[in-house]
């Protein structure tokens, strides 16, 4: 049996799905309905056999006889099994010639794109990520001639999608949100999707959400207890902020981005938390200092302290936590022995070939202090790009950290930040 491909269309830019019909010229044997079920079992190994394709159609000429399709590249019954033969001359009604009529609708994403691109570039685009309703995929430039085409088919073949678009530039430091280009369906970017029980709803092209992120989305909030107090740094539109709240965790959640920030506020309310979650619009170091001191106030005379701090910003994330240095100096004196210091998790890259020893390494020289091997983890997140990794660093902030006296240096530099910026 020849598995069925599509008429070569090389150099189509494009789409024309008339291009895609195929006429497969074919033997059938007719057979009585009733003995269906024998010829098909003992012909299994020589039937049409042809993915998505049924091996038995109607006789248009008689309602009690059907047609069971021989494989495509079968030239004589003398290929058959003596078996095989004599069940056709003894039970059959003979053979006939049959036509298989393939269209478009019945080729797959990648058998169309194989059909019109050269054979050099191998690395078919069929695969996306779905937000919603929208398609995101990330072309490489050598793809671009045929971007409609690929959008195209991708809405075509995928019938819960109506948007697709291509991710046309990095990562925006600054807000964490891609620029993008329509390349088929309907613009619209305001996308809805459920996750971890909760619903969120943004525009797609002002803040940044990544689909791939669900699994790591569910297993830092399975690790958050109720009461516990979160600290979500680059929360966007509450991936892991709602869901901690909706369990019953204390967050704070904070991001930069003023689209991520409103809508983050909407998705609280869609969900029906009431309470339990504050959403801040600050610059992610101003956020930890803030944080910190609003969660002190509730409670002057008293330690208070965050139990975990959410630091989901891979590409700088580590940079951030040199804010942690002194962090709690001013409230050294209200430490005692039966007193806590928070869980750091902080995301980040790597290409390293010893990711534990790199991203401690790096860790160590941001805060001036190596985080505690014995109680540091590094989980593996997800494969980002060749030889690239996401993973999340877990360790417990010390007390030579929290309480260092050099806090006012760092404040000092975001004072000539702000400076600066003004």
């Known amino acids: 049996m020849s598995i069925l491909t599509p008429p070569l269309n090389k150099g189509m830019v494009k789409l024309n799905r008339d291009a895609f019909k195929l006429v497969v010229p074919t033997k059938a044997v007719k ?3 009733k003995k269906v079920g024998l010829f098909t079992k003992t012909l299994s190994k020589n039937l049409f056999n042809q993915p998505r394709f049924k091996n038995v159609f109607p006789d248009l000429e008689a309602s009690d006889i059907k047609l069971v ?3 495509n590249d079968l030239t004589k019954t003398e290929e058959l099994s003596e078996q095989e033969q004599e069940l056709i001359d003894k039970e059959s009604l003979g053979l006939v010639s049959y036509d298989v009529q393939v269209d478009y ?6 058998q169309i794109f194989r059909s019109v691109m050269p054979d050099e570039l191998v690395d078919i685009p069929s695969s996306f990520t779905q937000i919603g309703h929208i398609a995101h995929i990330n072309l490489k430039e050598e793809y671009y001639p045929w971007k409609h085409l690929i959008g195209q088919v991708i809405l075509d073949k995928n019938k819960n999608i109506r948007t697709v678009v291509n991710k046309i530039n990095s ?4 807000f964490r949100f891609f620029k993008m280009e329509l390349l088929a369906g309907d613009n619209d970017m305001l996308a809805e999707v459920k996750e971890s029980g909760c619903k969120f709803k943004f525009d797609f092209s002002k803040v940044y959400w990544n689909s791939r992120l669900h699994t790591e989305h569910d297993r830092l909030v399975q690790l958050f207890k109720p009461k516990e107090y979160v600290c979500d740094v680059f929360a966007g539109v509450g991936p892991f902020a709602i869901p901690a709240a909706k369990k019953g965790s204390i967050v704070y959640a904070n991001d930069l981005n003023p689209s991520s920030f409103e809508w983050m506020k909407k998705n609280i309310e869609t969900n029906k938390i009431l309470e339990g979650i504050r959403p801040y619009n600050l610059d992610g170091r101003a956020f930890i200092q803030q944080a910190v001191r609003d969660l002190q106030s509730t409670n002057e005379h008293q330690w208070k ?3 975990h701090f959410v630091m989901n910003l891979p590409a700088i994330a580590i940079e951030f936590l040199d804010t942690f240095r002194g962090l709690y100096a001013d409230y050294k004196h209200l430490y005692d022995a039966n007193a ?4 750091i998790h902080c995301h980040c890259f790597t290409k390293s070939s010893d990711p534990l020893q790199d991203i401690t390494q790096r860790v160590g020289e941001v805060m001036g202090e190596m985080p505690d091997s014995l109680k540091t983890t590094v989980h593996w997140v997800r494969n980002v790009a060749p030889k690239k990794d996401m993973y999340c660093i877990t360790f417990p902030l010390s007390s ?4 260092a006296n050099d806090k006012r240096k760092i404040e000092k530099d975001n004072e000539q930040e702000d400076a600066i910026q003004k």
Do not use: C, G, H, M
């Open 31 to 33: 057979v009585p309905t």
């Open 340 to 343: 806590k210091l928070p869980l």
């Open 171 to 174: 990562i925006d430091t600054t």
């Open 400 to 403: 030579t950290i929290a309480f």
């Open 69 to 71: 399709l021989l494989r």
């Open 105 to 110: 609708d019945y080729w797959n994403s990648e």
């Open 305 to 307: 302290t965050f139990d």
